[in-house]
Protein backbone atom coordinates (compact mmCIF):
# COMPACT_ATOMS: atom_id res chain seq x y z
CA UNK A 1 0.00 0.00 0.00
CA UNK A 2 2.04 2.93 -0.85
CA UNK A 3 2.26 5.48 2.11
CA UNK A 4 1.45 9.05 2.08
CA UNK A 5 2.95 12.01 4.30
CA UNK A 6 2.04 15.92 4.05
CA UNK A 7 3.33 18.72 5.69
CA UNK A 8 3.81 22.37 4.97
CA UNK A 9 0.37 23.36 6.38
CA UNK A 10 0.17 26.76 8.93
CA UNK A 11 -1.97 29.81 9.25
CA UNK A 12 -1.22 32.57 6.99
CA UNK A 13 -3.11 35.96 6.46
CA UNK A 14 -5.60 36.30 3.04
CA UNK A 15 -3.15 36.78 0.20
CA UNK A 16 -0.63 34.85 1.44
CA UNK A 17 1.32 31.79 0.65
CA UNK A 18 1.69 28.38 1.62
CA UNK A 19 4.06 25.37 0.11
CA UNK A 20 2.44 22.03 1.17
CA UNK A 21 4.45 18.48 0.51
CA UNK A 22 4.02 15.27 0.29
CA UNK A 23 6.46 12.57 0.66
CA UNK A 24 5.50 9.09 -1.53
CA UNK A 25 6.87 5.42 -0.62
CA UNK A 26 5.96 4.80 -4.42
CA UNK A 27 4.52 5.18 -7.44
CA UNK A 28 2.97 2.88 -9.17
CA UNK A 29 0.51 2.10 -12.08
CA UNK A 30 -2.66 1.46 -9.91
CA UNK A 31 -3.77 4.67 -9.88
CA UNK A 32 -3.66 7.44 -12.19
CA UNK A 33 -1.52 10.20 -10.15
CA UNK A 34 -1.39 11.94 -7.32
CA UNK A 35 -3.39 14.89 -6.24
CA UNK A 36 -4.42 17.14 -3.17
CA UNK A 37 -7.74 17.08 -1.55
CA UNK A 38 -9.07 19.52 1.47
CA UNK A 39 -11.99 18.76 3.50
CA UNK A 40 -13.53 21.23 6.22
CA UNK A 41 -15.62 19.43 8.96
CA UNK A 42 -19.03 18.91 8.02
CA UNK A 43 -18.68 19.26 4.26
CA UNK A 44 -17.50 16.93 1.51
CA UNK A 45 -13.98 16.91 0.35
CA UNK A 46 -13.42 18.96 -2.62
CA UNK A 47 -10.08 17.78 -4.97
CA UNK A 48 -8.25 20.75 -5.41
CA UNK A 49 -5.41 19.70 -7.85
CA UNK A 50 -3.71 16.51 -9.51
CA UNK A 51 -0.51 15.30 -11.65
CA UNK A 52 -0.55 12.19 -13.79
CA UNK A 53 2.00 9.99 -12.51
CA UNK A 54 3.52 9.01 -15.98
CA UNK A 55 2.21 11.55 -18.07
CA UNK A 56 2.79 14.38 -15.95
CA UNK A 57 -0.54 16.54 -16.93
CA UNK A 58 -1.98 18.74 -14.19
CA UNK A 59 -5.51 19.49 -13.35
CA UNK A 60 -7.16 21.84 -10.81
CA UNK A 61 -10.27 22.54 -9.80
CA UNK A 62 -11.77 25.62 -10.72
CA UNK A 63 -11.69 27.01 -7.10
CA UNK A 64 -8.04 27.35 -7.53
CA UNK A 65 -6.80 27.42 -10.73
CA UNK A 66 -4.43 30.43 -11.35
CA UNK A 67 -3.74 30.56 -7.98
CA UNK A 68 -2.37 26.74 -7.00
CA UNK A 69 0.47 25.07 -8.89
CA UNK A 70 1.68 21.38 -8.33
CA UNK A 71 4.37 20.00 -9.01
CA UNK A 72 6.80 16.49 -8.66
CA UNK A 73 10.46 16.05 -7.95
CA UNK A 74 10.99 12.25 -7.34
CA UNK A 75 9.02 10.97 -4.22
CA UNK A 76 7.95 14.68 -3.68
CA UNK A 77 4.38 16.33 -4.45
CA UNK A 78 4.44 19.55 -3.93
CA UNK A 79 1.44 21.98 -3.89
CA UNK A 80 2.09 25.82 -4.05
CA UNK A 81 -0.68 27.66 -2.45
CA UNK A 82 -0.59 31.61 -3.33
CA UNK A 83 -3.27 34.69 -2.94
CA UNK A 84 -4.92 32.52 -0.18
CA UNK A 85 -8.42 32.88 0.36
CA UNK A 86 -10.26 32.75 4.01
CA UNK A 87 -12.31 30.10 2.08
CA UNK A 88 -8.96 27.19 1.24
CA UNK A 89 -8.76 27.07 5.04
CA UNK A 90 -9.25 23.52 6.00
CA UNK A 91 -7.26 20.01 6.25
CA UNK A 92 -5.56 19.27 3.01
CA UNK A 93 -4.81 15.59 1.80
CA UNK A 94 -2.19 13.96 -0.47
CA UNK A 95 -3.62 11.16 -1.77
CA UNK A 96 -3.56 8.57 -4.93
CA UNK A 97 -5.89 9.26 -7.46
CA UNK A 98 -7.88 6.79 -8.89
CA UNK A 99 -10.45 7.94 -11.37
CA UNK A 100 -11.68 11.37 -11.84
CA UNK A 101 -8.71 13.24 -12.45
CA UNK A 102 -10.51 15.70 -14.94
CA UNK A 103 -13.03 16.89 -12.59
CA UNK A 104 -11.56 17.15 -9.50
CA UNK A 105 -14.12 18.29 -6.80
CA UNK A 106 -15.10 15.08 -7.26
CA UNK A 107 -12.17 12.76 -7.82
CA UNK A 108 -11.45 9.25 -6.41
CA UNK A 109 -8.75 8.92 -3.93
CA UNK A 110 -7.44 5.20 -2.64
CA UNK A 111 -4.83 6.12 -0.32
CA UNK A 112 -4.14 9.38 1.43
CA UNK A 113 -2.22 10.81 4.42
CA UNK A 114 -2.73 12.53 7.92
CA UNK A 115 -3.32 15.82 6.49
CA UNK A 116 -2.17 19.30 7.41
CA UNK A 117 -4.06 22.56 8.34
CA UNK A 118 -4.10 25.37 6.67
CA UNK A 119 -5.82 28.18 7.72
CA UNK A 120 -6.15 31.80 6.53
CA UNK A 121 -7.58 34.42 8.55
CA UNK A 122 -7.00 38.10 9.28
Known amino acids: QVQLLESGGGSVQPGGSLRLSCIVS????????IGWFRQVPGQEREGVSCIGTNDGRTYYADSVKGRFTISRDKHLVYLQMNNLKPEDTAVYYC?????????????????WGQGTQVTVSS
Open 95 to 111: GTVTAGWYFLPSADFGS
Open 26 to 33: EFTLNYYG
